[in-house]
């Protein structure tokens, strides 16, 4: 499995981007995919998960600025990102879980957002 994210980048306090996540095999596999983000000293944390059923869970910190969609045609998970702090600072990673017997965790090569005050 493989998970490229792209869509990062610098942008001013108050702006917007979107990240994207492309899986290489169908994203109705995996139960939940989501975003993490690690800044610089920090532990990664969890942005926001969407399950199969389009369900969402945000960190507080996020809660109402980002938005999380998946796209069942294209295999992307989508990041949409506004009203940018400069705490959002972080590489963003993309994360897929399939459930089975046994739970596997994939994770993509993050992409970095940089937001300037």
């Known amino acids: 499995v493989q998970l490229q994210a792209s869509g990062g980048g610098l942008v001013q306090a108050g702006g917007s981007l979107r990240l994207s996540c492309a899986a290489s095999?169908?994203?109705?596999?995996?139960?939940?995919m989501g975003w993490y983000r690690q800044a610089l000293g920090n532990q990664r944390e969890l942005v926001a998960t969407i399950t199969s059923g389009y369900n969402t869970n945000y960190a507080d910190s996020v809660k109402g600025r980002f938005t999380i969609s998946r796209d069942y045609a294209k295999n992307t998970v989508y990041l949409k990102m506004n009203s940018l702090k400069p705490e959002d600072t972080a590489v963003y990673f993309c994360?897929?879980?399939?459930?089975?017997?046994?739970?596997?965790?994939?994770w993509g090569q993050g992409t970095l957002v940089t937001v300037s005050s």
């Open positions: 994360n897929a879980k399939r459930m089975a017997l046994v739970t596997s965790s994939y």
């Open positions: 095999q169908n994203i109705g596999d995996f139960a939940i």
